[in-house]
């Protein structure tokens, strides 16, 4: 994998955190928004006895329908069916004619929709009951650390033939924000292990039709599962059980039945020691080199240095020539001894105080210091010419000889580390574009070319693209907002359809988001005034309209109005995040 798909990867990893992050925040949000939109249904509820006015009706209405689109967004499936219940409850109201507030006729539905208000209310309170009290225990967890195994998002295999104790233990441990995967006997435990890559495996001895036990040859047969921490899980408090397990390499033996808690804190406390050793561990255990970890460490002091005392230093970014290809033809154990022989050739050709270490993959990285780039294409030219006449593995009788490609690159004052290694990474990348089997030198920018970036940045910043976003529901604009701030633009927003005119009226946007039932001023008539205005500032907007309508109908009516895109509530935000970067044409 190549130093930017990595990059990509981490990206990848560090937007699911933050998508999760934003999650949790918005359910505890939501819940306090809806406990006060709770109240105000229930005062309403009281008012219709005494005076069923239209605008108080229509209110319901609406706080109902705001609910039955957010709910679902934040996990409250429950809430947001029942809000669904309110909104079928009222919809006859949205038919009424005229602006009067005089209590309505005996031929409407009034006291058939206030009693199914009375039993839906009830069981909305109670939700909220439960909402409040998850919120309550997940906070009391977070300030005591009554469970920290949360912190250190981990991957998990629960391999038990008891489906309802292995049920329990993986919603109790995704609560704590662990991946977990199941396995009921030994043979789905080996597939999942040969898959997938876990920090921690938890095993039930007494399983049909074969043991526990038979899992603990498999591990330690296998170099790369050796180390992997075990917890034994048994129903037998048998000391010679124990002592057998502990022999055969388990690092903790729980004799069920257990208190999750307790369970938590030893995966924890094992976890925890396990990843203080990963820190201390700084070699690539397959070649023997550095590892991404040391290098990261290392070359931020070497660059201390350089600033007391200038001098040039050179990155080399290395990456096998077909090494997919290797692996494919000749299966992964040759190509971890190409790795090998590579990485061996490397040090035995390099200087004592240059820095190799493994990137990732096929990658290497290896630091130059006082080096310029001349001299660093130089060195790696030998190298190179080395590999091409040696064959760096053997197995069984058979040699295997590869080529790489490699990007050099000098480093120049006010480079950023991750600046320099994707010079030397593009560098390398035109060495395969070139043909492969190659050492390309990193072009340096001159000053010309360095201020030439920065004015492009600046104009950038003053160029972003503008996007307004219009729902009544508070909590919802902020989740929107946190979802879409990293993009490169600037976020308006606005709370009912009279607001969002104005806002419209006094500055120009690329797009908007509209909620499809508002205050003041409806949402599809909003977006009929939008599309029908000859204001040059909205002649090329673009609408997504969001709303809790989901009836072919509604979603026609948004279209012919000139909607660019519709989505329905509950939507998923990844999926929103899409479609406007489509809509903005940020990609």
Sequence with gaps: MSHRNLEKSKDSGSESERDARILKQGRKLFIREFEKQLNQLQSLQESFQTEPVREKLQQCYRIAHTVKGSAPVFGY????????DLVRTWEWTQNLDGQSNEPLLATNPVQE?????????????MELDIGVTEIQMDEQQDTAGVSMLRSLKSRILLVDDDDAL????????????????????????????????????????????QSGYELFEFLKEDPTLKWLPLIVLSGRDDLSDKVRCFHLGADDYVTKPFQYEELAARIYGLLKRTKNFEQLAFRDPLTGVFNRRYFDLQIGLEL???????????????????????N????HHVGD??????????????RSTDLLARFGGEEFVIALPNTTVDQGLGIMQDILEKVRQNPVAQNEGQTFSITFSAGVAEWQVGMMIPEWVDKADDAMYQAKQQGKNRIVRADLEDEGAQFTKLVA????????????????????????ISQLEHLPISITQASDGEQAWNVLNEQAFDACILDGVLPRLDGFTLLEKIKS???????DLKVLMLSGKKKESDVAKGIQLGADDYMTKPFSLVELEARMKALMKLE
């Design 457 to 480: 940045h600046a104009h950038a910043q003053l160029h972003k693209k503008k996007l307004l976003i219009v729902d009544d529901d508070a909590i919802l604009r902020a989740i929107l």
């Design 337 to 350: 001894l190409v790795l090998q022989g590579l990485a061996h050739l490397l040090q035995v050709n390099l």
């Design 113 to 125: 929709s206030i009693e199914r208000t009375v039993g839906l209310l009830h069981e909305l309170q």
């Design 533 to 539: 205005d000859s204001d040059s500032r909205l002649k």
């Design 166 to 209: 292995r049920s329990y233990l993986t919603r109790r441990l995704q609560l704590d924000d662990c991946v977990v995967d199941e396995a009921a006997d030994v043979e789905s435990a080996k597939r999942l292990l040969r898959e997938h890559t876990y920090d921690l495996v938890t095993l039930d001895l007494m399983m049909h039709p």
């Design 77 to 84: 499936v429950r809430i947001g069916k029942l809000a669904e």
């Design 304 to 326: 201390q240095r350089i600033e007391r005392y200038p001098a040039p230093i050179s990155l080399v970014f290395i990456d096998i020539d077909s090494f997919k290809k290797v």
């Design 328 to 331: 494919d033809t000749y299966g």
